[in-house]
């Protein structure tokens, strides 16, 4: 990890501090989705792309899943979490340097129940990239495309876990497209909109391995209500906010 590298030390609440970086920090749609996953006490856990492993640390602060990895292919994003992890006494937490493509061997295929995603959301020609390479991997499909993600998750997922993610509804058909090829089933759908009246920003998906077919389309969350956060946001936030 670079020496020069500048760490600020952020509290999600209940006590609970996380390491950022410039490169590795979160937004909304990690904490979204990090809610949505809704993780059993029993869950083996795996964060893809976990970055500083906010939806890893988001669970282990409610003391939800039994085991959790998170896998990044930044040396930087696993130190940073790795550091989180021992100061906040995480042992059941463990950091993977890798690539997606490169995981054999590294974690063992077919035993996770719940695996976890905020992928980037542009395609590899999609827009302007950044000069930045770390902030392009982690916008841009470079180093891994949507479809490579819910191929390694196939094999990640024990039959019948869960797959959730997050991502822009404009490659909605895509990703359910994509999941339906890797006998991922759709099953949970909710659309995320910053306030009534506006178009949805984000999507949080569920799928089930091998799981039967039958999609529930939750409501729709509000971020604002009102000028202020919408009560179900804060419902969400409220901890973390109270970190801060």
Known sequence: MDKDLVISRQPIGKGIFINTSKHHTFGTDAVLLADFARPKRGDRIID????????????????????????????????????????????NFKAVNSDLLDLKGKVEFGRATLITCNPPYKAPNAGLKNPDETARIARHETKCTLEDIIAVSAKLLQTSGRFCLCHRPERLAELIELLRKYKIEPKRLRCVSQRLGERPWLVLVEGRRCGNTGLTIESELYIEENGN????????????????
């Not at 409610?62 to 989180?84: H, Y």
């Not at 956060?229 to 801060?244: A, R, V």
């Open 48 to 91: 893809l792309g976990t970055g500083c492993g906010i939806i890893p640390f988001l669970m282990l602060r409610e003391k939800k899943g039994q085991s959790f990895i998170g896998i990044d292919i930044s040396a930087e994003a696993v130190k940073l979490a790795e550091m989180s992890a021992k100061e906040n006494g995480f042992d």
């Open 229 to 244: 956060f919408s009560k179900e946001m804060k419902d969400i936030y409220g901890c973390y906010k109270e970190g801060h």
